[in-house]
């Protein structure tokens, strides 16, 4: 059963504008949230995390958006560069929890 | 940044042979590490946690005798895929914790690619 979903596969974005990739989740106990970064041949790498008691987070180019109701977040990146081309993961955890759950991922890709 | 690596990278081996991954973190240590199996399309997905000194707790259909765990030390955590078959064919990857209980952040390793034929 897979509790955090990313339904878009890809997204290609022209530098310089907004990516935004979506995730939703099912379980209502996830209290906090991840985006996780992957280039080939590397293991994923943490970007940016948001906590279920707010709303939004940000960090330089790259803003969390959590929705509680909607169990939906969103990651935006802006300006978007070609170095951002990557997979991206979003992960979910449960109060005191040690494992993360990952959604399938989002490949982006930046065109310069 | 913390790292952590795995070796080998990629193994292929023979069915019914074992097969054994390494995970270790380079610059900090890790008490708690992690082992996931991400198919093709699929989301990582986390097989078991592994405790220094202690034995590592599967997640349900995750068969305890066929993959191995052993956390020595709280650098070093070991996978070994026993009796492996081509269904166990997969990209398997570890993570380690920094902190207590609770923290967030986990490193991961570049991961090993492992082909049964």
């Known amino acids: 059963d897979q509790q955090v979903k990313q339904n878009s596969p890809s997204l290609s974005v022209q530098e310089g504008r907004i990516s935004i990739l979506n995730c939703d989740y099912t379980?209502?106990?996830?209290?906090?949230f991840l985006w996780y970064k992957k280039y080939p041949a590397e293991g994923p790498t943490f970007l940016i995390s948001i906590s279920s008691i707010k709303d939004k987070n940000e960090d330089g180019r790259f803003t969390v958006f959590l929705n509680k109701s909607a169990k939906h977040l969103s990651l935006h990146i802006v300006p978007s560069q070609p170095g951002d081309s990557a997979v991206y993961f979003c992960?979910?955890?449960?109060?005191?929890?040690?494992?993360?759950?990952f959604g399938t991922g989002t490949r982006l890709t930046v065109i310069p | 940044g913390a790292v952590v690596s795995q070796h080998p990278s990629w193994v292929i081996c023979k069915s019914g042979t074992s097969v054994k991954i390494e995970c270790r973190s380079l610059d900090f240590q890790a008490t708690t590490m992690f082992w996931y199996r991400q198919f093709p399309k699929q989301s990582l997905m986390l097989m078991a946690t592994?405790?220094?000194?202690?034995?590592?707790?599967?997640e349900q259909g995750v068969e305890k005798d066929k993959f191995l765990i052993n956390h020595a030390s709280l650098t070093l955590s070991t996978l070994t895929v026993t009796s492996a078959h081509p269904e166990d064919s997969s990209f398997y990857i570890c993570?380690?914790?920094?902190?207590?209980?609770?923290?967030?952040?986990?490193?991961f390793g570049p991961g090993t690619r492992l082909t049964v034929t």
């Open positions: 592994s405790n220094e000194g202690s034995k590592a707790t599967y």
């Open positions: 992960a979910a955890r449960k109060t005191g929890a040690n494992n993360l759950f």
């Open positions: 993570s380690a914790k920094l902190g207590g209980t609770g923290s967030e952040l986990q490193y």
């Open positions: 379980n209502s106990m996830f209290d906090y």
